[in-house]
């Protein structure tokens, strides 16, 4: 989430003149994509809320006198971190196919959106069952 608020105080405003339904000039795409980013991460954090509450409240009713591996919200954590990481890295590398051209940051931004949008579900499966 700080990295999210890092990236966004550095991502230029948006021309207004720029139309998100129809961008034509790359920055545009650029921008577009990376608003489009901001959406899904934004549903992301919503989501992590609803599945972090529901994961403390797991813990809270399981007795864990015959277990002693990490409860349900420790196990969550360390893997939304390690997911994290993963999708970074895994999005760097696909910016890296336009490395310091015009379409590394539209490549980027598209890949963190599909991967941040499919995290969700994810999420939102772990308490469905």
């Known amino acids: 989430m700080i990295l999210t608020l890092l990236l966004s105080a550095a991502a230029p405003a948006g021309d207004p003149q720029w139309n998100c339904d129809d961008p ?38 399981w007795d864990s006198s015959h277990d002693e591996r990490p409860g349900y919200f420790a196990t969550l954590l360390e893997a939304q971190r390690a ?19 015009s379409m590394e940051p539209l490549m980027v931004s598209t890949c963190k959106t599909g991967l941040t949008e499919e995290r969700t579900k994810q999420l939102k499966f772990l308490i469905e069952r």
């Open 24 to 61: 034509v000039a790359q920055q545009e795409m650029n921008w577009c994509a990376h608003q489009e980013y901001l959406k899904a991460d934004a549903g992301l954090n919503a989501q992590w809320k609803v599945t972090a509450a529901e994961m403390k409240r797991r813990d809270a009713a």
């Open 83 to 101: 997911w994290i990481k993963f999708r970074d890295s895994h999005c760097a590398s696909e910016g890296y196919l336009f490395r310091g051209g």
